[in-house]
């Protein structure tokens, strides 16, 4: 048994060296070489900007989701509106609003934190803060055109959050984030 609280805690063991592997058009990688506690050893982490997911839950309580290829993965995903964090330092909930219009053609009312993940901390930096928004308005033109490759079409679905819970026990949806946000609605709206 151990008796530390059941809380993530900050800390930082510290980096003797490092070794830049690899950057790209997002992130980059390196090669660090930690001291923990006596024990040196070489982690490659993904250095990620930092991202944001919108929870937008219309008057009815459906969700907002939209269809996306993921190239990784080798799939079109149904997920929540998301995106980087353009600049070090930028709002959270100013790129949350930002991603929700750009994805979806959609502006929020009310906005509320609903959760913050380390999405797959063994190997990335990369958080994410997920809002849920409330009190929609959908534009009657859709969503800007302002993406391409994978952003160029995203179809999207009003899901009850009773079939967007179900999709993701049986399967059906596994973005992560997704998955988080849902169950985490689910949970707040009892």
């Given at each position: 048994?151990t008796?530390?609280p059941?809380?993530?805690?900050?800390?930082?063991?510290?980096?003797?060296?490092?070794?830049?592997?690899?950057?790209?058009?997002?992130?980059?990688?390196?090669?660090?070489t930690?001291?923990?506690?006596?024990?040196v050893?070489v982690?490659?982490?993904?250095?990620?900007?930092?991202?944001v997911?919108?929870?937008?839950?219309?008057?009815?309580?459906?969700?907002?989701?939209?269809?996306?290829?993921?190239?990784?993965?080798?799939?079109?995903?149904?997920?929540?509106?998301?995106?980087?964090?353009?600049?070090?330092?930028?709002?959270?909930?100013?790129?949350?609003?930002?991603?929700?219009?750009?994805?979806?053609?959609?502006?929020?009312?009310?906005?509320?934190?609903?959760?913050?993940?380390?999405?797959?901390?063994?190997?990335?930096?990369?958080?994410?803060?997920?809002?849920?928004?409330?009190?929609?308005?959908?534009?009657?033109?859709?969503?800007?055109?302002?993406?391409?490759?994978?952003?160029?079409?995203?179809?999207?679905?009003?899901?009850?959050?009773?079939?967007?819970?179900?999709r993701?026990?049986?399967?059906?949806?596994?973005?992560?984030?997704?998955?988080?946000?849902?169950?985490?609605l689910?949970?707040?709206?009892?």
């Open positions: 048994m008796d530390h059941l809380v993530d805690q900050a800390h930082r063991f510290p980096v003797v060296g490092e070794e830049h592997r690899f950057t790209g058009a997002k992130w980059s990688v390196w090669s660090e930690v001291d923990i506690d006596g024990h050893v982690r490659d982490v993904l250095r990620h900007p930092g991202a997911a919108v929870a937008a839950v219309d008057d009815a309580g459906r969700i907002l989701l939209i269809r996306q290829y993921r190239h990784p993965v080798g799939a079109y995903m149904w997920e929540i509106p998301a995106g980087l964090l353009d600049e070090p330092g930028e709002d959270p909930l100013a790129c949350a609003r930002r991603e929700l219009l750009e994805e979806a053609g959609v502006t929020a009312e009310h906005w509320a934190p609903l959760l913050d993940l380390a999405l797959s901390p063994g190997g990335t930096s990369e958080r994410i803060a997920i809002f849920e928004a409330t009190g929609l308005h959908v534009d009657a033109d859709g969503r800007p055109h302002t993406g391409e490759a994978e952003e160029r079409e995203l179809p999207q679905r009003w899901a009850t959050l009773a079939e967007a819970v179900q993701c026990l049986d399967g059906s949806i596994t973005n992560a984030t997704a998955v988080a946000a849902i169950l985490a689910h949970a707040r709206r009892g």
